[in-house]
């Protein structure tokens, strides 16, 4: 088990351009999630894989949001023109059986200036 | 929709002791699971401890328990023997099914907890 790792850790941008991040997560993990967290907040909802199957999305991502699981495995996630209001940190989770738990990556924290 | 309600935004507690984080949660299922996650100033969410709904002990991990009382709703995590190491974010989460069996987590706004030497 090497975890869930995430890329890049920190990423700094201009309002906009265009960001991608990536999600590893657990090679035997077949659920992938998406949490967004800005500061004070817990971490909220964005959207779910299942295999390579993006099976749900929240209202809070956008039309400029869009991620991909191409094979099952890894996951990116894009954010087209971006706004100062996507500055958050990014989280990315894998779960697969018998855990109840997510297992969380260690984050991307966006800044757009 | 599912809420998490943690009440407590920052928590102060002298090492070696216990500490209660409160939790209450508002469902309508008959079926859920509840979380809590510790995170550091790193920022890594990690896994601390799970209660099912249909669980009839309350579950403990180490120096971790929770306090589960269904019929209030509530699922107060107990950090006993605080060390120095445990300062950090604490969330409350539950899991919500969702569409596609998503079975996501919704969370609290979270407590900072600060052990002092």
Not at chain 1, 11 to 35: A, M
Not at chain 2, 51 to 75: I, P
């Amino acid at each position: 088990d090497t975890g869930v790792s995430q890329d890049p850790r920190h990423k700094i941008t201009k309002r906009g351009q265009n960001v991608t991040f990536r999600c590893d997560p657990i090679s035997e993990h077949n659920r992938l999630y998406w949490y967004r967290q800005t500061l004070g907040q817990g971490p909220e909802f964005l959207t779910y894989f299942q295999n390579e199957a993006q099976l749900e999305k929240s209202r809070l991502l956008s039309d400029r949001f869009s991620a991909e699981r191409p094979k099952g495995s890894f996951s990116t996630l894009e954010i087209q023109r971006t706004e100062q209001g996507d500055s958050a940190m990014y989280l990315c989770a894998s779960r697969g059986l018998p855990h109840n738990e997510q297992f969380f990556g260690p984050g991307t924290r966006l800044t757009v200036l | 929709a599912q809420k998490i309600t943690q009440t407590q935004p920052g928590m102060f507690v002298q090492e070696k002791e216990a500490v209660t984080l409160d939790c209450t949660y508002d469902t309508s299922d008959q079926s859920y699971g509840l979380f809590w996650y510790k995170q550091p100033s790193s920022g890594e969410m990690i896994f601390l401890i799970y209660q099912g709904s249909y669980d009839e002990q309350n579950a403990t991990e180490g120096r971790y328990s929770l306090n589960f009382q269904k019929a209030r709703k509530s699922a107060n995590l107990v950090i006993s023997a605080s060390q120095l190491g445990d300062s950090a974010m604490y969330f409350c989460a539950m899991r919500e099914r969702g569409r596609g069996g998503s079975e996501k987590l919704v969370f609290g706004k979270g407590t900072k907890l600060t052990v002092n030497p």
